[in-house]
């Protein structure tokens, strides 16, 4: 097998707000230190994802030490928001299900109703190792998972992403193309392996972690928002839909769960255990 190793890593704290880009980065059972740990909320207490809110892409989030982040948007002042005190917990709706969470001061609150228009609350996800089970279809009993979308870490290919691109290119609407890896929100972006190669991943280690390969990642609208401008186009899911159906889904990546934790680094080498 070619040598696979970590070409970027993507840490986003606030969850579909645009994050960074860490040498290195701690692995907790629910997927990487700092990441998607907190997430915006309507007046109606459901989670705002770009789905809904495609300019929530031209906005950042920066995490501080001690778990608090710094928010930044056009035409906004950056906001530095502390970890919430201990309180009543705050129940979401995530993908019509529930989550406890607790509020944010109202200064961020303040901030992104003011940026997106709407009325919205900011919240923390404190207690990870509790709050949310993984899928269920997909998990091992006592596997949790942050505020993404399902699944602790998603992997990504640099091959993968040539070849997607390549069938955009041969396909209905080639001047959408060629699309950047960051359509795609990954956490771990790999060089070296082969086209689509990650879908038969089972067991990976990376750094001193080892993840279990829990199944591909089926891909949203999100994946067609110009993340430097909040446009919409049809692409990738035009080409996934023609070429990269995996049973109901539009796949590109692979979600993981960490069976063992410890630090990875940009850099480091990607062994396929299974």
């Known amino acids: 097998m070619a040598n696979l190793y970590v070409q970027k890593l993507h840490v986003h704290p606030v969850k579909s707000v645009a994050g960074t880009a860490p040498d290195e980065v701690a692995v907790e059972p629910w997927g990487l230190s700092a990441d998607r740990r907190w997430a915006l909320v309507d007046s109606q207490g459901k989670v705002i994802t770009q789905r809904e809110q495609p300019r929530l892409a031209l906005a950042s989030a920066r995490p501080l030490e001690g778990g608090g982040v710094v928010l930044s948007a056009p035409g906004m002042p950056d906001l530095a928001v502390d970890v919430p005190e201990p309180g009543p917990l705050e129940p979401v709706a995530l993908f019509g299900k529930k989550v406890e969470t607790v509020v944010a001061a109202r200064a961020a609150a303040d901030w992104a109703g003011t940026y997106l228009g709407i009325t919205v609350r900011l919240v923390h ?71 689509w190669a990650e879908d038969g991943w089972r067991r990976v280690a990376i750094g001193d972690a080892v993840f279990r390969g829990a199944r591909e990642c089926g891909r949203c609208i999100v994946t067609t928002t110009d993340q430097r401008t909040a446009e919409r186009g049809k692409e990738p899911l035009k080409s996934l839909a023609r070429h990269r159906r995996i049973g109901r889904s539009l796949a590109f990546g692979r979600l993981l769960v960490p069976v063992r934790t410890g630090t990875v680094r940009v850099g480091d080498e990607v062994s396929v255990l299974e």
């Open 125 to 195: 996800l404190d207690d990870p190792a509790v709050r949310r089970p993984v899928d269920p279809d997909y998990a091992l009993p006592g596997e949790t998972v942050s505020l993404a979308d399902g699944y602790p870490v998603l992997l990504t290919t640099l091959a993968s992403l040539d070849a997607l691109n390549s069938m955009i290119a041969q396909g209905d609407h080639p001047q959408e193309g060629p699309l950047p890896m960051n359509r795609f929100r990954p956490n771990v972006v790999v060089a070296g392996a082969e086209a």
